[in-house]
Each structure stands twice: as C-alpha cells, then as structure tokens.
C-alpha cells in the first residue's frame, strides 16, 4: 500500500508506515527537494513502521519519502 507519512512533521522523528507483500527487501529513502537522498532504511517485505530521521536534524522544507520493492516505487511528499 502506499506509504503514510504524517505532515507536516514538528519536532518529532519523520516516520513512514507502509505495507508491502512478500517477495524481498523494501528500501525506503528521504530524499531533498534536489532528490539527494539524506536518510535511507532497509526493511523486509510486510507491514512497518520506521523512523527515517530526526525532525531537528532536518532543515525546514519539502521532502519525499519513497518506498520500493523491485520494479514497484512509490512517494510521498512530507513538509518539515
């Protein structure tokens, strides 16, 4: 399913949920407006829930998480 990310993020960590069936490793990115990845997390296939990076380590702006398996991708845009 497509990643649920809560925006905008004040203070707390930047989180993503997602569901991915089986079938290998779901990469999950914080990437920049500039798409410059600043944080990134491995994460089996399945239902989860991972923190991604620390609001305050973060400079206010736009940024998009992107989650995907093999061939499927899909994103999200998060305000810090």
Do not use: H, I, Q
């Amino acid at each position: 399913s497509a990643p649920r990310v809560p925006s905008p993020v004040r203070g707390a960590p930047v989180t993503v949920t997602f569901t991915f069936p089986a079938g290998g490793d779901t990469r999950v990115e914080l990437l920049d407006v500039s798409g410059r990845v600043v944080a990134a997390r491995m994460a089996a296939a399945g239902t989860r829930t991972l923190e991604l990076a620390p609001a305050r380590a973060l400079a206010p702006g736009l940024y998009f998480v992107r989650v995907a398996l093999e061939r499927s991708r899909t994103s999200r845009v998060v305000v810090v």
